[in-house]
DNA sequence: AAGTTAGTCAACCGCGGGCGT
DNA sequence: AACGCCCGCGGTTGACTAACT
């Protein structure tokens, strides 16, 4: 952390809570219930700021926390609701009980990091190519079975930034619409490439005919490449 | 065994929106 | 309408640890 803030009165702690501190959040909120941060640390006997109070509440020291490894179908979910969502990290935690905004946006920035590690080592190995998606889980805990389906760009189908949303809206609906769980393929991960890209599907007739699907629909879909 | 690198987790910061005055 | 306060969100980064050389 570069950046401090500046003009406090009082020094206030930062860094790592230490379980003291943890026990005064757990029993003032126990005491008085998870309201008015800002007037938290002084009741609660804290040098700490009502923000890093509600962070470490939310992040941490709730009860209803699942604690732990991302499941397969929370993974599953967090990459469908990211190619609906976007970075909406609190809208997509609230799709996964027990998980935080923070869990899930850790979660991506890991799996994009092993997507964009794994893509530019498939481009350097050419006996990866054949199966750049399931070779790109055996690194990490996490094992992958979906193909990433990325909805085409929402931005581009929309005059101005204005309509981001009602076009994530929009795709929301025409997915739901569309029953995404047919085109979730599951086993191997032949490819069909085409004009640089890759469409993930069982065959290219299934590429193909899922695509002429969202086509039909009026989405834009881009089959992509991880 | 020691040093380095990479991955993960936890926390901080700035910004924007809601609300009351 | 303007202002200030508070809360919540998303981006970023420090701390820690495991894996690797």
């Given at each position: 952390m570069?950046k401090r803030p500046g003009g406090t009165k009082k020094r206030l702690k930062r860094g790592l809570w230490s379980p003291e501190e943890d026990e005064k959040l757990m029993n003032h909120i126990a005491k008085y219930g998870n309201g008015c941060w800002s007037s938290v640390p002084k009741i609660a006997g804290l040098e700490r700021c009502g923000k890093s109070c509600r962070l470490r509440w939310i992040n941490y020291l709730r009860p209803?926390?699942?604690?732990?490894?991302?499941?397969?179908?929370?993974?599953?979910?967090?990459?469908?609701?990211?190619?609906?969502?976007?970075?909406?990290?609190?809208?997509?935690?609230?799709?996964?009980?027990?998980?935080?905004?923070n869990?899930?946006?850790?979660?991506?920035?890991?799996?994009?990091?092993?997507?964009?590690?794994?893509?530019?080592?498939?481009?350097?190995?050419?006996?990866?190519?054949?199966?750049?998606?399931?070779?790109?889980?055996?690194?990490?805990?996490?094992?992958?079975?979906?193909?990433?389906?990325?909805?085409?760009?929402?931005?581009?189908?929309?005059?101005?930034?204005?309509?981001?949303?009602?076009?994530?809206?929009?795709?929301?609906?025409?997915?739901?619409?569309?029953?995404?769980?047919?085109?979730?393929?599951?086993?191997?991960?032949?490819?069909?490439?085409?004009?640089?890209?890759?469409?993930?599907?069982?065959?290219?007739?299934?590429?193909?005919?899922?695509?002429?699907?969202?086509?039909?629909?009026?989405?834009?879909?881009?089959?992509?490449?991880?």
């Amino acid at each position: 952390m570069s950046k401090r803030p500046g003009g406090t009165k009082k020094r206030l702690k930062r860094g790592l809570w230490s379980p003291e501190e943890d026990e005064k959040l757990m029993n003032h909120i126990a005491k008085y219930g998870n309201g008015c941060w800002s007037s938290v640390p002084k009741i609660a006997g804290l040098e700490r700021c009502g923000k890093s109070c509600r962070l470490r509440w939310i992040n941490y020291l709730r009860p209803d926390l699942k604690r732990g490894a991302f499941s397969q179908e929370e993974e599953d979910l967090i990459i469908h609701l990211h190619s609906i969502l976007g970075n909406k990290w609190s809208q997509i935690a609230a799709q996964l009980p027990g998980r935080t905004d923070n869990e899930v946006k850790n979660f991506w920035n890991s799996f994009i990091t092993d997507e964009l590690c794994c893509n530019n080592n498939n481009k350097n190995n050419p006996s990866n190519s054949g199966s750049g998606f399931e070779s790109s889980t055996t690194q990490s805990s996490s094992n992958h079975h979906l193909p990433w389906l990325e909805l085409g760009s929402i931005s581009s189908c929309t005059e101005d930034g204005a309509g981001a949303g009602a076009a994530a809206d929009h795709y929301g609906a025409a997915l739901d619409e569309l029953k995404w769980s047919d085109y979730v393929f599951d086993g191997g991960y032949p490819q069909y490439h085409q004009q640089g890209q890759c469409i993930y599907g069982d065959s290219k007739a299934a590429a193909d005919a899922a695509t002429a699907q969202f086509d039909a629909h009026g989405l834009g879909i881009n089959w992509c490449l991880n």
